[in-house]
T-cell receptor
Framework: ELKVEQNPLFLSMQEGKNYTIYCNYSTTSDRLYWYRQDPGKSLESLFVLLSNGAVKQEGRLMASLDTKARLSTLHITAAVHDLSATYFCAVGRNRDDKIIFGKGTRLHILP | GAGVSQSPRYKVAKRGQDVALRCDPISGHVSLFWYQQALGQGPEFLTYFQNEAQLDKSGLPSDRFFAERPEGSVSTLKIQRTQQEDSAVYLC??????????????FGQGTRLTVV
């Protein structure tokens, strides 16, 4: 059974600091997604990672994928308050197209 | 429209009432997913369609839940005899079919169901 675990589940950090959110998954997968969700809103796609060693960056966020370790990271550089949200990692497989989500990391950035 | 559209946005149902939630996927998207998101939790997979075929319904929590996509476009999630534990946000997502390299799933705004 495919399971996705994120840590930490809650993170409070100061503006200007760097931090990393970790996502582990239990079985081989073909796609790794990162989504952002603001309170009361839907899910906004941030990154789709397809291959081992893939790295994508958008602004202060950078995502990477290590398929051998079944690990993805979302790194936040010099955090700003606007990045406060819940971040979800999700994993997809070609053989059944199901996308399984982690429980999310609630990020609160203090001014 | 350009995105996934869901209606209604909010629904309050009395316990025991039947409800129907609608999803209009992005035009041309073959794959359609339904998820249930309880407060403070991650989305939980319910069911998946490819065109009109329901390929996976393993996440439907009980036989009170039923989904259809008769013409391979609009989908409806129906919940019969609603219970309080059904209260959640129901999210619909669509994507291009398997085999496309960038099989990104786009989510709708969701329907917030409250059963009283």
């Amino acid at each position: 059974e495919l399971k996705v675990e994120q840590n930490p589940l809650f993170l409070s950090m100061q503006e200007g600091k760097n931090y990393t959110i970790y996502c582990n998954y239990s079985t081989t997968s073909d796609r790794l997604y990162w989504y952002r969700q603001d309170p009361g809103k839907s899910l906004e796609s941030l990154f789709v990672l397809l291959s081992n060693g893939a790295v994508k960056q958008e602004g202060r966020l950078m995502a990477s994928l290590d398929t051998k370790a079944r690990l993805s990271t979302l790194h936040i550089t010099a955090a700003v308050h606007d990045l406060s949200a819940t971040y979800f990692c999700a994993v997809g497989r070609n053989r059944d197209d199901k996308i399984i989500f982690g429980k999310g990391t609630r990020l609160h950035i203090l001014p | 429209g350009a995105g996934v559209s869901q209606s209604p946005r909010y629904k309050v149902a009395k316990r025991g009432q039947d409800v129907a939630l609608r999803c209009d996927p992005i035009s041309g998207h073959v794959s359609l997913f339904w998820y249930q998101q309880a407060l403070g939790q991650g989305p939980e997979f319910l069911t998946y369609f490819q065109n009109e075929a329901q390929l996976d319904k393993s996440g439907l929590p009980s036989d009170r839940f039923f989904a259809e996509r008769p013409e391979g476009s609009v989908s409806t999630l129906k919940i019969q005899r609603t219970q309080q534990e059904d209260s959640a946000v129901y999210l619909c997502a669509s994507s291009e079919p398997r085999g496309h390299m960038n099989t990104e799933a786009f989510f709708g705004q969701g329907t917030r169901l409250t059963v009283v």
